[in-house]
């Protein structure tokens, strides 16, 4: 996973006007207000069961933990859909910045 947030890249909305009220229905949370994860601490990955180029982002909104699933369309990250992390996603995302901040410091 990776860890080098770059808040220069600017977040776009969907392209399919459904997919929100999807996310929102499924998840309750609103993926065109997830932005905010890119600006702080974020883990990434490419997405292993989607296609090339999709990736999967751990990081904070607020006080939740989330997960979001978005591609680097031309112009800025698409944020697909975006839910809470799982209780073992969140150990594994603490875990990773634990081991960071020990190797860094």
Do not use: C
Not at 3 to 26: E, F, K, W, Y
Not at 79 to 92: D, G, H, Q, V
């Amino acid at each position: 996973m990776n860890a080098l947030p770059d808040p220069t890249v600017p977040v776009m909305m969907p392209t399919v006007p459904d997919r929100r009220d999807a996310n929102l229905a499924a998840h309750a949370i609103d993926p065109t207000a997830m932005g905010v994860v890119f600006e702080g601490l974020h883990l990434w990955s490419p997405d292993p069961r989607g296609p090339e180029g999709r990736r999967i982002a751990v990081g904070h909104a607020g006080p939740l933990t989330v997960v979001l699933v978005y591609d680097e369309a031309e112009g800025g990250r698409r944020i697909l859909s975006a839910r809470k992390a799982t209780r073992a996603e969140k150990r594994a995302f603490q875990a990773a910045f634990m081991r960071t901040s020990h190797a860094l410091g």
